[in-house]
């Protein structure tokens, strides 16, 4: 036992691997959960489709009802699955949420959390690509509620909680645009960025520090950045958002240092 336990050390074991490689053979609920997703695809079903009766599913997969029912339980875990009792109950496809897959990302890095100087080198990197793919795009009701989430933090706060709300609100920002990014691959992966941010503790005792950053240096970022995304100015809304990354990066792990 004490060599096993070395040797899942050494090779970082099953739950740190990115994938499964070539070689290893899958175990038979994780085969068959990946059989039921392409049925999903090639049958076409939507979101509230009813799947196979249990039954049905032994019958086809040849394989006991332990086993279906747990990789019944792996697609329900990953939110593509859903389950109802009663008369008319059964399985049935779930439609994906983002926040759901946010969830799940951010309890993998629970144990061994990425540093702020982590999370600022893909910041750094796709944001001002965000900005930039969305100069000209967006509505004027998107860029009222962008103007709607600044007001929230563009006066001093009442207090410390305040505070803490208003830097939250801050990361809100960065969220919506995330959120409206016509790559939602490129939107997603900045997304997630900003909820481990909102959830590091490093990062949660920093905005909860009393000494904040310059609030008109924030806004002004933050104005300037929506005044070219209105205008279409791709070039400069990359640029602002390069600008500000830096300067949030540099803000973070100043006080990083100070409070740690």
Do not use: W
């Amino acid at each position: 036992m004490t060599v096993v336990i070395e040797m899942k050390k050494e090779t970082g074991g099953d739950g740190q691997r990115l994938f499964v490689p070539a070689e290893r053979t899958k175990r038979r609920p994780e085969a068959i959960a990946d059989r039921i997703k392409d049925y999903i695809r090639s049958e076409g079903l939507a979101p509230g489709d009813r799947l196979p009766q249990e039954r049905d599913l032994i019958d086809t997969f040849k394989a006991a009802k332990g086993t279906v029912r747990e990789a019944m339980k792996a697609l329900e875990t990953q939110g593509l699955v859903f389950t109802r009792s009663g008369p008319g109950g059964g399985a049935f496809v779930a439609q994906p949420s983002a926040r759901h897959a946010m969830e799940l990302l951010s309890t993998h890095f629970f144990f061994d959390q990425p540093s702020i100087r982590d999370i600022y080198a893909i910041r750094k990197v796709l944001e001002p690509e965000v900005a930039g793919l969305l100069a000209g795009r967006m509505r004027r009701e998107e860029l009222a509620a962008l103007e709607n989430t600044i007001r929230i933090y563009d006066h001093p706060p009442a207090d410390l909680e305040e505070q803490y709300r208003q830097r939250i609100a801050e990361l809100d920002f960065h969220s919506m645009l995330a959120q409206l990014c016509p790559n939602p691959l490129l939107g997603f992966v900045c997304g997630l960025m900003h909820n481990l941010l909102r959830e590091l503790p490093a990062a949660r005792s920093i905005y909860a520090d009393p000494t904040p950053l310059s609030r008109e240096k924030g806004l002004s970022f933050q104005y300037r950045l929506m005044a070219a995304l209105q205008d279409g100015r791709s070039d400069d809304a990359r640029a602002i958002a390069t600008e500000h990354m830096a300067f949030a990066e540099s803000y973070m792990l100043e006080r990083e240092a100070a409070t740690g």
